[in-house]
């Protein structure tokens, strides 16, 4: 179909090799000084799709902060592509919500368009149903994606 896509690791700029997770360790301060700036010259560059990170920022998982990817990544940055869940990730904020209606509900609110191996997201339509996300918002990840 003509389509580019390497699900590599992740965009991390590690500073000190003898903590192996280092990539799950960082704050708000040492984001927007190291490692936005990278993000942002590959949106500049032309990217169109990202993959949020298992991690959290500030105690919310990357796939449930709006903040991150809808106000900063799309609206500062002007990414209009697609965000992609890691793995089973999106089945992971069940932790915290308790259910995989609530955990879709919360990550496409977020900005994820698609997720990878999730099952949370097949309780899209129950999420519609129980009134949580609107069909419009559903239809802006499918165009994104499309």
Known sequence: M??????SSMLDILRDPRWGRSEECYGEHELREIH???MQGAVKAGVRGVMAAYNEIDGIYCHANR???TELLRGEFKFDGIVMA???????LNKMTGDGTAS??????????VGLLDEAYSHLEEAVEKGLITEDEINQAVHRVS
Do not use: T
Not at 86 to 92: N, R
Not at 104 to 113: E, S
């Open 36 to 38: 936005l700036p990278a």
């Open 67 to 69: 903040k991150l990817l």
């Open 104 to 113: 879709a509900d919360l990550a496409l609110r977020a900005g994820v368009d």
């Open 2 to 7: 003509g389509v580019h896509l390497a699900l």
């Open 86 to 92: 890691d793995a089973l990730a999106v089945d992971q």
